[in-house]
């Protein structure tokens, strides 16, 4: 297969994103043209250094990059106040320039909080994103939102700061673990179900097979990330269109606010229950046909990933506090909380018309 690029094109803040098989062996040549005085520091964390730090520590030496690395603690709970700032403090001590990059090689949340330390280190450096699993190569990766959690919610505190490059290397796929690959699968779903139908009906007939085939991996990445820069492109601070990349988001960041961002439900894990949720409600509220819910609730458990809140172990919150989680949901305007709704498969809209009985009534029903 060969590399393909899509390309986002936000003028001054333009990029590529480049997907294909070999791209970490290839990031030297790929990186040096923007590595300024060919220094770069990268922030990972400890589960992908020990995958893939030191093959692409040899790529970028073997063009004459230096490359120092600082590890962070894998998962959710690293994306917050007190890692930002050991990954700035760490920054400044390596002496990063404005003119040098910051590299982020790792998932969602590497990606994430790598991107707010490069965004408000020296008031701002550039950074490239290296995302390693399948929710970062379709989703966080690209479009710049950057930031970290708030005990009171996700992804509170951040900044728009677009990458200068993005490396999507299918094989490092490869080595997630199925229900990491699962979970990134949620993303991969929604973008089906937000606004192109004919994708879903893609997925519905090849999805169980992206584990196995890296072709059909690259077709997928590469379709949900045309996807989403057409959208980034319309609406780079997420004004008006971009909101509706958030379907299934409202629900699920409050269940991974609720769960304490722990390994009891990973983000696209979240996502799925959310996207769910959010059909569910579209049917009661008559946007939908009752059959559009029960579509996307059997795709979902085809490819091994819940649907319902009851699929989430331990202990929840009740409704209430469920709901004052959404409440502090970033999409939430002039105190009315916004949501993604669908009028079909791929028929995703904005909207803060939503009865909080049926809101309540779904909830209910899915526990």
Same mark, same amino acid.
């Given at each position: 297969?060969?590399?393909?690029?899509?390309?986002?094109? !936000?003028?001054?803040?333009?990029?590529?994103?480049?997907?294909?098989? @070999?791209?970490?062996?290839?990031? @030297?040549?790929?990186?040096?043209?923007?590595? @300024?005085?060919?220094?770069?520091?990268?922030?990972?964390?400890?589960?992908?250094?020990?995958?893939?730090?030191?093959?692409?520590?040899?790529?970028?030496?073997?063009?004459?990059?230096?490359?120092?690395?600082?590890?962070?603690?894998?998962?959710?709970?690293?994306?917050?106040?007190?890692?930002?700032?050991?990954?700035?403090?760490?920054? %400044?001590?390596?002496?990063?320039?404005?003119?040098?990059?910051?590299?982020?090689?790792?998932?969602?949340?590497?990606?994430?909080?790598?991107?707010?330390?490069?965004?408000?280190?020296?008031?701002?450096?550039?950074?490239?994103?290296?995302?390693?699993?399948?929710?970062?190569?379709?989703?966080?990766?690209?479009?710049?939102?950057?930031?970290?959690?708030?005990?009171?919610?996700?992804?509170?505190?951040?900044?728009?700061?677009?990458?200068?490059?993005?490396?999507?290397? %299918?094989?490092?796929?490869? +080595?997630?673990?199925?229900?990491?690959?699962?979970?990134?699968?949620?993303?991969?779903?929604?973008?089906?179900?937000?606004?192109?139908?004919?994708?879903?009906?893609?997925?519905?007939?090849?999805?169980?097979?992206?584990?196995?085939?890296?072709? !059909?991996?690259?077709?997928?990445?590469?379709?949900?990330?045309?996807?989403?820069?057409?959208?980034?492109?319309?609406?780079?601070?997420?004004? @008006?269109?971009?909101?509706?990349?958030?379907?299934?988001?409202?629900?699920?960041?409050?269940?991974?606010?609720?769960?304490?961002?722990?390994?009891? !439900?990973?983000?696209?894990?979240?996502?799925?229950?959310?996207?769910?949720?959010?059909?569910?409600?579209?049917?009661?509220?008559?946007?939908?046909?009752?059959?559009?819910?029960?579509?996307?609730?059997?795709?979902?458990?085809?490819?091994?990933?819940?649907?319902? %809140?009851?699929?989430?172990?331990?202990?929840?919150?009740?409704?209430?506090? !469920?709901?004052?989680?959404?409440?502090?949901?970033?999409?939430?305007?002039?105190?009315?909380?916004?949501?993604?709704?669908?009028?079909? %498969?791929?028929?995703?809209?904005? +909207?803060?018309?939503?009865?909080?009985?049926?809101?309540?009534?779904?909830?209910?029903?899915?526990?």
């Amino acid at each position: 297969m060969s590399i393909e690029t899509v390309h986002v094109d !936000l003028g001054a803040r333009s990029y590529d994103v480049r997907i294909g098989q @070999g791209l970490l062996a290839r990031a @030297g040549d790929e990186i040096v043209a923007l590595a @300024g005085r060919r220094r770069v520091a990268i922030l990972t964390d400890e589960t992908v250094a020990a995958l893939h730090l030191p093959a692409l520590q040899e790529a970028l030496a073997g063009a004459g990059i230096e490359a120092p690395a600082l590890a962070l603690p894998a998962g959710e709970a690293t994306k917050c106040w007190a890692e930002i700032g050991r990954a700035t403090e760490w920054l %400044i001590a390596q002496r990063i320039e404005r003119r040098d990059l910051v590299i982020a090689l790792g998932g969602g949340v590497i990606g994430d909080l790598a991107g707010f330390a490069a965004a408000i280190l020296r008031r701002g450096v550039r950074f490239v994103q290296i995302p390693t699993t399948l929710l970062a190569q379709v989703d966080s990766s690209v479009g710049g939102k950057t930031g970290v959690n708030s005990p009171q919610g996700k992804n509170l505190i951040g900044a728009f700061h677009q990458p200068a490059l993005v490396l999507a290397d %299918i094989d490092t796929l490869a +080595t997630l673990s199925p229900r990491d690959f699962r979970a990134g699968y949620g993303e991969v779903a929604k973008y089906g179900l937000l606004g192109d139908e004919g994708f879903f009906e893609w997925l519905e007939a090849n999805a169980a097979g992206l584990a196995r085939d890296p072709a !059909l991996r690259q077709q997928a990445v590469r379709h949900s990330v045309r996807m989403k820069a057409d959208i980034v492109q319309r609406d780079e601070t997420e004004q @008006g269109d971009r909101a509706l990349l958030n379907l299934g988001h409202t629900f699920g960041h409050a269940l991974e606010s609720a769960t304490g961002y722990s390994d009891r !439900l990973l983000h696209g894990e979240g996502v799925a229950i959310g996207c769910a949720l959010a059909y569910e409600l579209s049917a009661k509220m008559g946007l939908c046909s009752q059959e559009a819910p029960s579509r996307v609730a059997a795709h979902l458990a085809a490819m091994g990933l819940p649907a319902r %809140i009851a699929d989430i172990p331990g202990e929840l919150p009740d409704d209430d506090a !469920l709901i004052a989680l959404m409440a502090q949901d970033k999409k939430v305007q002039d105190g009315r909380l916004r949501f993604i709704l669908a009028r079909g %498969i791929g028929r995703a809209f904005v +909207t803060d018309q939503v009865d909080p009985a049926l809101l309540r009534r779904v909830l209910a029903e899915s526990r």
